[in-house]
């Protein structure tokens, strides 16, 4: 038993919502903003630091990336979002930023759980293509059709642009309580468009378009979050066309995207507090590991999910933990003023780096992953797991992104993590990065590789379908040939056509 008095009280998600992978409540985001009133008018261009990174370097440039500084709002339980206008007049919306798809989808009609929508009949410039277009998430789905029009980003890049846009005119659990948002902006590769990749994604019609490097990069200032808000505070940063500086510190570690789908990358071991759970490595990245901005939770395939749950429970101070604290359907509580965290170990990720010999760590603290959610009666506060358990994969969602500034460098195709400057809280930084270190010790290659696209599979199901049957006539005949005469009236092994196929 800990020295704290904790007490578990049941979560139930009729009372709180869920969001993408967990629970949607008023949580208030630690306010780690960045200073920089004195320097909003600096203009800057796209300049290499020596890695092809593009930066914000130089006063005569044309792109304003502290423009883009703290554009976000929200937080990890309800999904970071930023304004947009689309359509002519521009209809001012708030999109969710999902590095975890790639369609591009606003509410074209009314729902109980949003307020406003895109009115496509409003715009002067919107065209339907003809084609409708249904999408499932982790939770929640979509239907609707694909149109063209215009949109702005009123924090981003200057101008307009025309975009693919897929008009949502049905859902379910798509649109939840208490969110402010009114669509998705899928920030992935066009392999996941839908309803097919010839569907241009978004950002790639801005790199198009606008002529910027093919490189984007987030800061999530969720870090050290809690539930005495019910206002939207500033929530952090999309920075289009390449990366601030003054949002993190140090330098940026890079891995490979081994496939452009999902931004999939190659996970190497896992480490709780200093113990290695000594798993195969392609344990971590079955069937893939991806960084997904729209994903609540570290979610882990099941074998690494229980191995984890197995180590943070024997390098705890509270060995009497419920299971239902692991599983989500929990919560702890302590009495009001205490805090949990220093009762958790710290959890660490080894991504295979650019120098596929090496790796690095990134690490959070407990202060990521047992997360304050709300208080009972004044009484006491509650914290919730922000790690599960997932059946599609390891998937590297805002509990750890909210530590880390991440760099999504398209055109050299990697990933980058540097420490946020957002990710502190009471002083102490919430997230540690470090290397290189040898990667020897593992595999060559730990990928699984990237899964068919839903639509292959329903074509390779058709074929082996097709196949089984024939293959069932053919036996049918071989048991029971058909007895064909020659001329002689003679039964011949030579008349039998499964014999010549079989021969």
């Not at 890695?51 to 440039?61: E, I, K, N, Q, V």
């Not at 990358?265 to 798993?279: A, I, T």
Request: charged share 15%; net charge negative.
């Amino acid at each position: 038993m800990a020295y704290s008095t904790f007490i578990f009280i049941f979560a139930f998600s009729s009372y709180f919502g869920v969001s993408k992978c967990s629970f949607v409540i008023p949580l208030k985001i630690y306010p780690g903003k960045l200073n920089v009133s004195s320097e909003l008018s600096r203009r800057v261009v796209l300049a290499a630091d020596g890695t092809g990174l593009s930066l914000a370097s130089d006063p005569t440039g044309t792109v304003d990336f502290l423009d883009m500084v703290d554009n976000l709002q929200g937080d990890s339980g309800r999904g970071y979002y930023i304004e947009m206008a689309l359509g002519n007049p521009g209809q001012k919306v708030n999109i969710l930023v999902d590095t975890g798809s790639s369609n591009f989808a606003v509410a074209a009609a009314a729902h109980p759980f949003i307020t406003h929508y895109f009115n496509t009949a409003l715009s002067s410039t919107y065209q339907s293509v003809g084609r409708t277009v249904a999408v499932r998430y982790t939770q929640g789905n979509w239907e609707g059709e694909l149109g063209i029009d215009s949109v702005s980003i009123p924090n981003g890049p200057n101008g307009t642009f025309v975009i693919n846009i897929a008009a949502i005119l049905s859902s379910e659990g798509f649109f939840l309580p208490g969110i402010n948002w009114q669509g998705i902006l899928g920030l992935a590769y066009p392999m996941l468009a839908r309803p097919d990749p010839s569907v241009e994604p978004f950002f790639n019609s801005l790199v198009q378009q606008l002529g910027i490097p093919d490189i984007f990069s987030l800061q999530m200032c969720g870090a050290g979050l809690s539930a005495s808000s019910t206002a939207d505070p500033t929530g952090g940063s999309l920075i289009i066309g390449g990366a601030e500086p003054a949002l993190y510190q140090g330098s940026v570690w890079y891995t490979p995207i081994v496939e452009e789908w999902y931004y999939q990358v190659e996970v190497l071991k896992l480490e709780v507090g200093d113990q290695n759970l000594d798993l195969d490595c392609r344990e971590y990245n079955m069937d893939k590991a991806i960084v997904d901005s729209g994903t609540t939770l570290l979610r882990l395939p099941a074998n690494v999910f229980n191995a984890v749950v197995d180590a943070i429970t024997r390098t705890s101070l509270i060995q009497d933990f419920s299971s239902g604290f692991w599983d989500g359907s929990k919560y702890a509580c302590w009495l009001k003023g205490e805090t949990p965290w220093r009762f958790f170990p710290k959890l660490s990720i080894y991504l295979r780096a650019t120098n596929t010999s090496q790796s690095f760590r990134i690490t959070i603290l407990p202060q990521l992953y047992i997360q304050p959610i709300t208080d009972v009666d004044g009484t006491l506060d509650c914290f919730r797991f922000g790690l599960s358990s997932s059946a599609n994969g390891l998937v590297i969602g805002a509990t750890v992104m909210e530590g880390f500034y991440t760099v999504f460098d398209r055109a050299q195709r990697r990933v980058g993590f540097a420490l946020s400057n957002c990710a502190v809280s009471g002083g102490v930084a919430l997230s540690e990065i470090a290397g290189p270190f040898s990667a020897a010790d593992v595999a060559a290659n730990c990928s699984v590789g990237p899964q068919k696209d839903p639509l292959l599979w329903m074509i390779s199901y058709a074929l082996m379908a097709v196949c089984a049957v024939i293959l069932i006539i053919l036996l049918l005949l071989l048991v029971l040939p058909c007895r064909c005469r020659s001329r002689s009236g003679e039964i011949t092994d030579e008349s039998s056509l499964v014999r010549h196929r079989i021969k």
